[in-house]
């Protein structure tokens, strides 16, 4: 259906930046604009759906943690309002190294969301507009406003587009199939049309959710209790650790069995997924429950977590068993598992598919390249999950405003942040699939550990304007006193007396033949920093506010010492093919001795360094050497 309106009217407030979406990625847009001193405005299908979390209700888990540690140092919120909402908070990974370790906090959905409108409507500069976009507004190829569904055109200078699920959005379960978006909340139909308009290209995908039960119809007594840790570690760097430490409350563990799984196997037929009701491909590394019998058919079982939704609600999700079957279908193979045979749904589970582009369309900057001032973050970049979101949706916004302002784009290599191996794989990699970011995706992941991202971002979140004055010189405190630490350590030397020897065998240590230092006895796995203080004669009294990250930081570096050099080496390595820029002007048509389907991959993806060029699939290590000539013979510093 083709849109229109009778009454076209102009808005005669003046905008510099409008944000298409309010979710986590619009969220984190519009307040990053804002704060770095553009007006914005920021439209929503409904102000209800500000930050919404319409799947599990959690911020974090394996990588995600590190996404929102970042989006935390270079000044954006999530971080701040996870640490205010949160129920359960679990440092996951801790029998591995420090490279895995990721915070996962289950949130209260509700209060989540209400606390990220609040941020919104206190921010300076940035207003909040319940409308639909229907269209870009485009002249010679630049941006210069939007259009509402009432007519209403709004200029402005940049758009940055985050509309997440919700553009065509279509829920299914079973043969139910409703145009709506997430939630059942107002889907975005027309939008899509004004971007295929405009040359862009589209995708279709899909995501899911599981049911929603009733907490007073689970039998617990029949599940694992899943608690949360002991002593609570806060998202954000600015957060006071004790005002984290909470009354948390429980999650629950049960499994799946063989019952469950014949019973979706009998329905499969009645499955959306498999009938070809749903067209959208789904996420591989997030599966529904039908696909995971139909794929893992060998499994006996597969785990399954009800996790509460909210202080303020019985509403408890099911976690890993998403579905798209019928209703009658949902009730069967839910009360099929133990603790649930009783179960009453609240909401029934569905898939979702929706429009989203292909990224290989955007700059690593976000913005589009063919379309100046247009911007795009979040799943409609074809990511998952809300924290991807967040972290596009606060580099369009950064990215957005140093354009208005004649600045040079923030883009973050992989090298320096998980939010740039995201993006860089975003916009590199053809993506046939939801994306999802895994630890697995980062080259030099020993690096990019989510305790330090403090010290990879805060320095450049403060050069771009959302780290305060404050924040930047704690950071310079707690950088000298690891420094420090580090160096004064590798300075003291202890013998073999009874004290230090008994203190050894204490700790199952190794006991000492001759001297050694303080930071050769940390590098032993049982050691650290904190045990050693008895022996430590020489200790200097380390900052309370910064004592426990000093400390944490001190034992990493310490017994990681030789991995985060050699890294360090790579990286290095890597930094020399980022450098060597790729000018705008190129013609690849004139680059002899490039083969063909390397010439067309760079022509469709116009990569901005040779390192980016590199990772093209298509683009070969010979074709690269042949571009490094080529620069070379041009007269480039390369």
């Known amino acids: 259906m083709k849109y229109s309106v009778n009454s076209v009217w102009e808005n005669n407030d003046r905008y510099d930046v409008a944000v298409i979406g309010a979710g986590h990625a619009g969220c984190e847009a519009a307040l990053a604009a804002a704060r770095l001193g553009f007006q914005t405005v920021i439209f929503t299908v409904s102000v209800e759906s500000i930050a919404l979390m319409p799947c599990n209700p959690n911020i974090g888990g394996s990588s995600k943690g590190h996404l929102v540690r970042e989006i935390d140092a270079l000044g954006g919120e999530m971080g701040k309002v996870i640490d205010q909402t949160f129920i359960q908070s679990k440092m996951l990974n801790q029998s591995k190294g420090p490279a895995v370790h990721s915070l996962r906090a289950q949130a209260d959905k509700n209060r989540y969301s209400s606390t990220m409108r609040q941020v919104l409507e206190s921010q300076d500069r940035l207003e909040i507009k319940q409308a639909e976009i229907v269209k870009i507004l485009v002249e010679d190829g630049k941006v210069v406003g939007v259009q509402t569904l009432s007519g209403g055109i709004y200029y402005c200078n940049a758009v940055i587009l985050c509309t997440g699920t919700y553009l065509k959005a279509r829920c299914v379960y079973g043969e139910v199939s409703e145009n709506t978006g997430p939630n059942g909340l107002k889907a975005a139909n027309y939008l899509t049309d004004s971007l295929k308009e405009l040359g862009v290209k589209m995708n279709r995908f899909k995501t899911g959710t599981p049911a929603r039960i009733d907490r007073r119809s689970v039998d617990f007594s029949k599940m694992e209790e899943q608690f949360g840790d002991e002593r609570v570690v806060p998202f954000s760097f600015t957060t006071d650790p004790d005002t984290v430490q909470i009354d948390q409350v429980s999650c629950w563990l049960t499994y799946t069995n063989q019952r469950t799984h014949e019973i979706i196997r009998a329905n499969l037929d009645r499955s959306p997924l498999f009938s070809g009701m749903i067209e959208g491909t789904g996420p591989r590394y997030c599966p529904s429950i039908e696909d995971k019998v139909v794929k893992f058919a060998d499994k006996e079982r597969h785990q399954v977590f009800i996790e509460p939704e909210g202080l303020e609600t019985n509403e408890m999700y099911i976690g890993g068993m998403s579905s798209s079957l019928p209703e009658d279908v949902q009730y069967a193979m839910y009360r099929s598992v133990p603790g649930l045979e009783n179960v009453k749904i609240v909401r029934n589970a569905y898939a979702i598919e929706y429009d989203c582009i292909d990224a290989r369309q955007l700059k690593p900057s976000l913005e589009f390249r063919e379309i100046e001032g247009l911007f795009s973050g979040g799943q409609f970049n074809g990511s998952s999950a809300c924290e991807e979101a967040a972290a596009q949706g606060l580099i369009a916004g950064i990215n957005a405003a140093r354009k208005l302002s004649g600045k040079e784009s923030i883009v973050l290599d992989r090298s320096e942040a998980y939010i740039g191996v995201l993006i860089d794989d975003l ?40 780290i305060s004055e404050e924040r930047y010189q704690r950071l310079l405190e707690k950088e000298e006193w690891i420094e420090k630490e580090v160096n004064r350590l590798g300075t003291v030397h202890v013998g073999t007396s009874e004290k230090i020897q008994k203190l050894l065998e204490e700790n199952q240590s190794t006991p000492l033949v001759s001297g050694t230092t303080l930071k050769d006895l940390i590098r032993r796995p049982e050691l650290s920093y904190r045990i050693l203080e008895s022996i430590d004669t020489s200790r200097p009294e380390l900052p309370e506010t910064l004592e426990q990250e000093i400390i944490d930081q001190v034992d990493i570096f310490i017994k990681y010492e030789g991995y985060i050099n050699r890294q360090k080496k790579q990286v290095e390595q890597f930094k020399k093919l980022e450098n060597k820029r790729i000018p705008e002007s190129i013609d690849y048509d004139n680059v002899k001795s490039l083969r063909i389907e390397a010439v067309q991959k760079l022509k469709e993806y116009r990569p901005v360094s040779i390192g980016q060029a590199s990772r093209i699939s298509g ?14 013979s041009q007269g480039r510093n390369i």
């Open 427 to 466: 916009v590199t990699k053809e993506s046939h699939e939801p994306y999802r970011m895994m630890t697995s995706r980062a080259e030099y992941r020993l690096l990019l550990r989510q305790d330090n991202a403090d010290q990879r971002l805060t320095r450049k979140g403060y050069e771009i304007g959302l």
């Open 619 to 632: 683009v070969s290590p010979a074709d690269i050497s042949v571009l490094l000539v080529y620069l070379s």
